[in-house]
């Protein structure tokens, strides 16, 4: 696999299940430390920082944060499990899930996920998800790798999820990756990722 970004990208933007148009959220993730070897490319709503690491020539590992407006109330199980079933099973091929469990992501209590999934040319991935909620935000970091860099890799996302914090927006943050300009994408094949997100259904509502 040399590259595996444009699939990210396209099932990332599925995690989007109950966002209200393409308004952005009223919560700010403020990214925490990363090393030199990531590269900073450009985020558009609804995600809020998009890092990538190449080695070898080819991009190993990506993270990427989303902030989404909440219509209804959710937990954060509540709210991985949407993601799970409207995101994951359906974008990535060949998903299997791995173990589910609590966590704290900038000071929000969270749920960690693991899973790996297969790209066509038969590469393993392996992946990890946070969610958690702020108000009517929901927030989510999604990090992936190939499999064999994912346990090297580890220590950079917790130095980043260590780093990372809420701000409410009101004033500039430096990134943690300095960069002149945005890299210019290059070209990566299409892999069949639905365009687009998934809406989930209001609640119910009692007949009269």
């Known amino acids: 696999m040399k590259r595996f970004a444009w699939k990210l990208s396209r099932a990332l933007l599925c995690v989007v299940l109950l966002c209200s148009g393409a308004c952005a959220a009223s919560a700010r993730l403020v990214p925490g430390p990363l090393s030199e070897e990531w590269v900073e490319q450009e985020a558009k709503p609804p995600l809020s920082s998009f890092y ?3 080695k070898d020539g080819k991009i190993a590992a990506e993270l990427r944060t989303v902030e989404e407006h909440i219509r209804i109330r959710l937990t954060p199980i ?3 499990r949407l993601v799970q079933k ?3 099973e359906s974008a990535f091929e060949n998903y299997r899930p791995g173990a589910t469990t609590g966590a704290v992501v900038a000071g929000k209590p969270a749920v960690r996920h693991d899973f790996t999934f297969s790209v066509k040319n038969g590469n393993r991935l392996q992946g990890r998800v946070f969610c958690f909620l702020d108000g009517n935000t929901g927030l989510a970091v999604l990090f992936v790798a190939l499999q064999e860099a994912f346990e090297v890799l580890e220590a950079d996302l917790r130095a980043y999820l260590d780093g990372l914090r809420l701000d409410d927006g009101t004033s500039p943050t430096p990134s943690p990756t300095p960069v002149d300009a945005f890299p210019t994408p290059t070209p990566w094949p299409e892999l069949t990722i639905p365009d687009l997100p998934t809406v989930t ?3 119910d509502r009692p007949t009269a």
């Open 86 to 88: 409207n995101s994951l």
């Open 78 to 80: 509540a709210y991985l």
């Open 201 to 203: 259904p209001l609640p």
């Open 52 to 54: 990538y690491l190449v």
